[in-house]
């Protein structure tokens, strides 16, 4: 069984930056793909990045350009950096590994004012 904690969110001014953290428990993790997602309210889950153990890494069209998703295996961890955030982007921020397995995180919060 996989935990994952999610840090790194807070309130941020359009055009900044925040650095989202998704450390998991397990001696394993290295082998699953993990998936930032993001929840704003009244709205679906959307998946916003997308990188495998081998380190393909895929995007949503709306961050193309402005979020990058890395990790370190050594760490456990998977990271979002965001730029140039927009107000649009503001949601609770969450991991999923393995991609596709009903493991998540708490989520954090990522609040970004016009």
């Known amino acids: 069984q996989v935990q994952l904690v999610e840090s790194g969110g807070g309130l941020v001014q359009a055009g900044g930056s925040l650095r989202l953290s998704c450390a998991a428990s397990?001696?394993?993790?290295?082998?699953?793909?993990t998936g930032w997602y993001r929840q704003a309210p009244g709205k679906q889950r959307q998946l916003v990045a997308v990188?495998?153990?081998?380190?393909?890494?895929n995007y949503a069209d709306s961050v193309k350009g402005r979020f990058t998703i890395s990790r370190d295996n050594a760490k456990n961890t998977v990271y979002l950096e965001m730029n140039s955030l927009k107000p649009e982007d503001t949601a609770v921020y969450y991991c999923?590994?393995?991609?596709?397995?009903?493991?998540w995180g708490q989520g954090t919060q990522v609040t970004v004012s016009s």
């Open positions: 999923n590994a393995p991609l596709g397995e009903n493991y």
């Open positions: 397990g001696n394993t993790f290295s082998i699953y793909a």
């Open positions: 990188i495998s153990s081998g380190g393909s890494i």
